[in-house]
């Protein structure tokens, strides 16, 4: 058995008590606390990300294509379906899909209020699943099969409040256009955000009614919305799309439409990796005093080891082994510790927020495996690292100075 690890072994704080014991002890917590606080951090952090962006792409896509106008109309300019981007993009292995939408202004009347929304248009492609979600009361439109316009809408919560309804209540809206028009639609769901773009104006409704109050042909939207295979690469794919789109459309990426949620995120972001280099600061610095101090407390030890002849090398490995026991004990606390908080908050969502300001009802947690590898190799090699630090002054101690230390 390697010498250095068998003494390591013995003056651990398994084989001590009194102060050693306790040394020990405050290193594993100091280890174990700072790992899990950095493991909870981005367990939230990239849970806030995830479902801040998956609520807004799943209203927008990742990228909207339209058509390039001058004026600042409520309306969108109609596009056709037979253009060459919508009839060509399953060619581009990177678009997951891409679906047809239009808007259209209006005034929604209840019983006693009277509401100002944008009606945006879907067709039977409309990503469902990714909206469903959002949807926290009755059901997802049902399109005709003979092509006649739905009379069926879905109401933001916020809206529905406002003008007290609930689904299968019937409203009147007034579209905006010359002259006005009018149709009576039905409730059939209600969705929520809790972001304010969408939930203060947005009813989802038929494109074809929308189609038929603009008179425009059966091939013609107000434009598409692009899903991409990984998200994550939205900003790589924007000049080749944006270069593989028709002459008179344009692309609109969803992270600079909606700049203010996407900043904030990144504000977040940065605050969490200063957050982390100061807890792994302490962590190192912990880890230094604490050897410092073993080594103290153990220098009539290293005294006669080196009179027995043990070379620096040897009684250097006894603290370093000795460090990488404490590191590991910490590391596996700490992982228990974040990681059960998040498994607990995963599945109770026990820690809640106000909606208003965080854009959700309660603290978000996304499982990234290798991100959580990372902290640990990262806590592992910063900490085993300064551990040759305070090992190294092994090499000055006088050996019959330190049989005599007190």
Known sequence: ?????????????KKTGGFTGTIHRIAVASIALGLSIMIVSFLILEGFQTVIADKVFSFTGHYQVNRFVMSQAL???????????YTNFASLDYIRHVQSYANKAGLIKGTDE???VMMKGVGPEFDSLSFKASLIDGRFLQFSPTGNPSNEIILSAKIAR????????????????DPPRFRRLKVVGIYETFLEDFDDKIVIGDIQLIRVLNDWDEDQVGGFEVFLKDPALIDTYEAALYDYIDYDLRLVKATDKFMQLFDWLELLNNNVYVFLSLILFVAAFNMVSILFILIMERTPMVGLLKALGAKNAQIRNIFIWNGIRIIGRGLLLGNLIGLG???????????????????MSYVPVFWDWSTILGLNLLVLLVTTTVLFLPAMIISNINPIKSIKFD
């Open 162 to 177: 406002k003008m007290l309804l609930s689904v299968g209540d019937q409203v009147t809206m007034y579209f905006v256009q």
């Open 75 to 85: 309306d969108d300019s109609p596009t056709s379906t037979s253009s060459s981007f």
């Open 114 to 116: 009277v509401e100002g």
């Open 1 to 13: 058995m390697n010498l250095s690890y068998f003494i390591a072994k013995r003056i651990s704080f």
């Open 341 to 359: 908080f998040g498994f607990i908050q995963d599945k109770t969502h026990w820690v809640s927020l106000n909606p208003e300001n965080y854009y």
